[in-house]
């Protein structure tokens, strides 16, 4: 039961990346603070991934495992001990948008499809070059204010069939710290067919994974480092990642993984070796994006990366044995190299240049069109042959 005043109009699928001011959302007449707004807007955690102590409950939504006290909210901020309930997020979106799958990024799963993407607010981590920071950290920091558009979890499901996109993905935040809200969408995705998404940072718990198993298929997980210091400035440990990564591809989800290569940080030919040769250790099948950073939020030393790191981010990851490595954000740059090719002949399966599918050559789903060898991933019977990689580019009203 959610309570509040959840239940409504989605006033626009929108996306509201840009920053606003917390001072400029307390001028506005009638307006609510926002975490007032947020904290009357909730559910009940699901018992799946909470457990009672003598003195609060043990959240096991994310890998930081908070003992939440009453009268007190987690790591996350949005997740609160209310006189002995842990409410959790529900009832609203902060984003909501129809976009190419490709541009989550899946590259293995219905390629050429649009996937309806939805966020909320808050995140477990604060990683200081947050390309999303207007809704992750809208409660941790003063600078961005993303305000929620409050709807019902029937609307958000019946845009994606509206809009003809076979997939709902979790997104722009945290989805591990909003996950009941994330699987009584999904809930109602899988009653159209649908299929359902994540796009996380990875910090995990074995009982939250186990709770999503029967409503979700997808995972993209940020692999940010491979340096546990790193991390632990991000506001999160290395091994929890490593061991969601083990655990999603023992589980059965399709995964993706996605690392942002940032110079001085991240970028060594070493770090990307040890990345790569972690992956191919858990599956040679794993696609491996390596994505190219540019100055964003409070991290705005270090230049854009330079197409030359991605190609050689992708040498080491196929160096590997990784079947499937993919440069990102440098669209046509990187040669051919954004392409998926059959691991068994090396001839070109999906033709691509950034978001836009130029060519899926497969005849029979998940087959080479050359050898006829396995290309892994969640393929459609009735695949589009190509794509304008645009999406909906505009809000969609309800």
Same mark, same amino acid.
């Given at each position: ?178 996950? /009941?809200?994330? @699987?009584?969408?999904?809930?109602? &995705? #899988?009653?159209? !067919? $649908? ?5 996380? +940072? ?105 197409? /030359?790191?991605? @190609?050689?981010?992708?040498?080491? &990851? #196929?160096?590997? !044995? $990784? ?5 990102? +954000? ?69």
């Amino acid at each position: 039961m959610i309570r509040g005043s959840a239940a409504g109009p989605i006033a626009a699928l929108y996306n509201p990346f840009y920053p606003m001011h917390r001072s400029e959302v307390s001028a506005m007449p009638g307006t609510t603070p926002l975490k007032t707004l947020l904290e009357g807007n909730t559910m009940p955690a699901d018992p799946a991934v909470i457990r009672e102590e003598k003195t609060g409950i043990r959240c096991y939504a994310c890998g930081h495992r908070c003992l939440v006290k009453p009268g007190r909210p987690g790591v996350c901020r949005v997740r609160f001990n209310d006189n002995g309930v842990l409410h959790v997020p529900a009832g609203y979106v902060a984003a909501l948008q129809v976009d190419p799958i490709e541009k989550k990024p899946f590259y293995h799963a219905f390629p050429g499809r649009d996937a309806l993407s939805f966020g909320m607010l808050g995140c477990d981590f604060h990683c200081g070059y947050c390309q999303n920071w207007v809704t992750s950290q809208a409660l941790r920091d003063d600078q961005a204010v993303s305000m929620p558009r409050f709807c019902d979890a029937d609307q958000v499901a019946d845009l994606a069939v509206e809009h003809k996109a076979p997939v709902i993905v979790s997104t722009y935040n945290e989805p591990l710290i909003s996950v /009941e809200w994330a @699987v009584e969408i999904f809930k109602r &995705g #899988r009653a159209h !067919g $649908l299929s359902c998404g994540f796009v996380s +940072n990875g910090n995990a718990t074995p009982e939250v994974l186990e709770y999503l198993q029967p409503y979700l298929d997808l995972y993209k997980v940020d692999l940010k480092s491979f340096n546990d210091k790193h991390y632990r400035e991000l506001g999160g440990m290395l091994q929890n990642v490593l061991d969601t990564i083990r655990h999603l591809k023992d589980r059965g989800f399709w995964i993706e993984v996605v690392t942002l290569i940032v110079p001085g940080f991240n970028d060594s030919d070493a770090e990307l070796k040890e990345i790569a040769d972690f992956l191919a250790g858990v599956s040679v099948d794993i696609p491996w994006h390596v994505t190219a950073f540019r100055p964003d939020y409070k991290m705005t030393g270090p230049q854009r990366t330079p197409a /030359e790191t991605l @190609v050689r981010a992708y040498d080491i &990851g #196929r160096n590997a !044995g $990784l079947h499937y490595v993919y440069p990102g +954000n440098i669209h046509g740059g990187v040669g051919d190299r954004e392409n998926t090719f059959c691991p068994g002949c090396n001839e070109v399966v999906i033709r691509r240049n950034g978001f836009y599918v130029q060519e899926n050559r497969m005849r029979d789903p998940g087959k080479c069109p050359g050898c006829g060898g396995d290309i892994v991933g969640v393929w459609e019977a009735q695949a589009p042959p190509a794509s304008d990689g645009n999406g909906i580019p505009r809000p969609v009203r309800v």
